[in-house]
């Protein structure tokens, strides 16, 4: 997915503004494992997928349990590191080769000084990450395991092929044994 397309899905902006957005943007290649974020580390930058999957975990009782998943379109971002300068409780792991952008918070934030659009479509993407978050918080409170499977299912089957059952498991909330038996269910 290109950068503009990127951008854009989450707020339009004039052309003057996307280029000057788009000039503060590297292009940067990691491969499959590479830790994009390291829990306890301050990373102040955001990257943007441009091709490949990542997932964000967090260690509890000795495991690694998957909270976020994104791919191609979405943001990597510390919001401890970006908004306190503090270290992170996430990791961040590629789960396959992955071409990301980066963006400097020093200049991303020059950049929501210079420009109302830019600081607009800043606005907007903190937006709709704070509802994807809500959304999430949500339904596992309130929806049973198997319609979040089918929800899985129906919203991003893709990511059947392209993550291992266990991280899917714990980004569900729940064991692998549990995930097997609601997959046999509904083949």
Same mark, same amino acid.
């Not at 998943?69 to 990791?91: C, D, F, L, R, W």
């Not at 509802?131 to 299912?153: F, P, T």
């Given at each position: 997915? $290109? #950068?503009?397309?990127? @951008?854009?899905?989450?707020? !339009?902006?004039?052309? %003057?503004?996307?280029?000057?957005?788009? *000039?503060?943007?590297?292009?940067?290649?990691?491969?499959?494992?590479?830790?994009?974020?390291?829990?306890?580390?301050?990373?102040?930058?955001?990257?943007?997928?441009?091709?490949?999957?990542?997932?964000?975990?967090?260690?509890?009782?000795?495991? $690694? #349990?998957?909270?976020? @998943?994104?791919?191609?379109? !979405?943001?990597?971002? %510390?919001?401890?590191?970006?908004?306190? *300068?503090?270290?992170?409780?996430?990791?961040?792991?590629?789960?396959?080769?992955?071409?990301?952008?980066?963006?400097?918070?020093?200049?991303?934030?020059?950049?929501?000084?210079?420009?109302?659009?830019?600081?607009?479509?800043?606005?907007?993407?903190?937006?709709?990450?704070?509802?994807?978050?809500?959304?999430?918080?949500?339904?596992?409170?309130?929806?049973?395991?198997? *319609?979040?499977?089918?929800?899985?299912?129906?919203?991003?089957?893709?990511?059947?092929?392209?993550?291992?059952?266990?991280?899917?498991?714990?980004?569900?909330?729940?064991?692998?044994?549990?995930?097997?038996?609601?997959?046999?269910?509904?083949?």
């Amino acid at each position: 997915m $290109d #950068i503009k397309q990127i @951008i854009t899905q989450r707020y !339009a902006m004039p052309e %003057s503004s996307l280029s000057r957005l788009k *000039e503060c943007l590297s292009e940067v290649s990691y491969p499959k494992g590479y830790r994009v974020l390291e829990n306890g580390k301050i990373e102040k930058d955001i990257f943007f997928i441009k091709k490949g999957i990542v997932r964000a975990f967090t260690l509890m009782d000795g495991k $690694d #349990i998957t909270f976020w @998943i994104g791919k191609e379109g !979405a943001t990597i971002v %510390s919001m401890k590191g970006y908004v306190n *300068e503090e270290p992170g409780y996430e990791t961040m792991e590629l789960m396959e080769d992955s071409i990301l952008y980066v963006l400097s918070r020093k200049k991303l934030q020059d950049l929501f000084l210079q420009d109302l659009h830019i600081a607009n479509w800043g606005r907007r993407y903190a937006e709709m990450e704070l509802l994807a978050a809500e959304e999430r918080l949500i339904s596992m409170l309130s929806v049973i395991a198997s *319609e979040r499977y089918s929800e899985l299912l129906k919203n991003n089957p893709d990511l059947l092929q392209r993550l291992p059952l266990g991280s899917i498991a714990t980004y569900l909330g729940i064991t692998q044994t549990s995930l097997s038996r609601i997959r046999a269910k509904v083949k």
